[in-house]
Antibody
Framework: EVQLVESGGGLVQPGGSLRLSCAAS????????MTWVRQAPGKGLEWVAN????????YYVDSVKGRFTISRDNAKKSLYLQMNGLRAEDTAVYYC???????????WGQGTLVAVSS | EIVLTQSPATLSLSPGERATLSCRAS??????LAWYQQKPGQAPRLLIY???NRATGIPARFSGSGSGTDFTLTISSLEPEDFAVYYC????????FGPGTKVDIK
């Protein structure tokens, strides 16, 4: 069974940092692109970043470029999102998502809440 | 950036009725469009990919059509569990989601 379990969310002050983690199991992690998608409270979905199977390619939504860094450790079957310079508008549930071989998002974690507030 | 527009914002229907949801792209995305369903407190679920292909385990009452800039998700006969929010997503140029259509009970 495919499982994606996020952790690392919490309350942080504006300008602060957080590192999200996602533990993957039930599939061959190193053969899939992985993605972070976020959802602000009561709002829609927003793609944040994705990373190629071997970590050689990474892409970001413009609003987080230069502040967020996506990475992965295939030996640990884990995905990460380092978030620096956090802003109130980064407040959201962050989902760890697997991209299927079709490149669509076929498995999602349960999400971890990041709240940026003073 | 490709912008996706969904209409209507809310669709109020009764069980057994047909639902037709629209997604329009600001420029052509070819067939690189998917539909997701999200229920309160849950993660989204992939329904349709590449505009018209049902994902694994998705009932046949869900169908997708369209290409280029105009796409439609049709639910042929609403079941009680289908009342949810539906998002379209493109992957022609990076990734963007539409704002969603809420299907609620009339």
């Amino acid at each position: 069974e495919v499982q994606l379990v996020e952790s690392g969310g919490g309350l942080v002050q504006p300008g602060g940092s957080l590192r999200l983690s996602c533990a993957a199991s039930g599939f061959t992690f190193y053969t899939y692109w992985m993605t972070w998608v976020r959802q602000a409270p009561g709002k829609g979905l927003e793609w944040v970043a994705n990373i190629k199977e071997d970590g050689s390619e990474k892409y970001y939504v413009d609003s987080v470029k230069g502040r967020f860094t996506i990475s992965r450790d295939n030996a640990k079957k884990s995905l990460y999102l380092q978030m620096n310079g956090l802003r109130a508008e980064d407040t959201a549930v962050y989902y760890c998502v697997r991209a299927a071989t079709t490149q669509w998002y076929d498995y999602w974690g349960q999400g971890t809440l990041v709240a940026v507030s003073s | 950036e490709i912008v996706l527009t969904q209409s209507p914002a809310t669709l109020s229907l009764s069980p057994g009725e047909r639902a037709t949801l629209s997604c329009r792209a600001s420029q052509s995305v070819s067939s690189y469009l998917a539909w997701y369903q999200q229920k309160p407190g849950q993660a989204p679920r992939l329904l349709i990919y590449d505009a018209s292909n049902r994902a694994t385990g998705i009932p046949a009452r869900f169908s997708g059509s369209g290409s280029g800039t105009d796409f439609t998700l049709t639910i042929s006969s609403l079941e009680p569990e289908d009342f949810a929010v539906y998002y379209c997503q493109q992957r022609s140029d990076l990734f963007t989601f539409g704002p969603g259509t809420k299907v609620d009970i009339k």
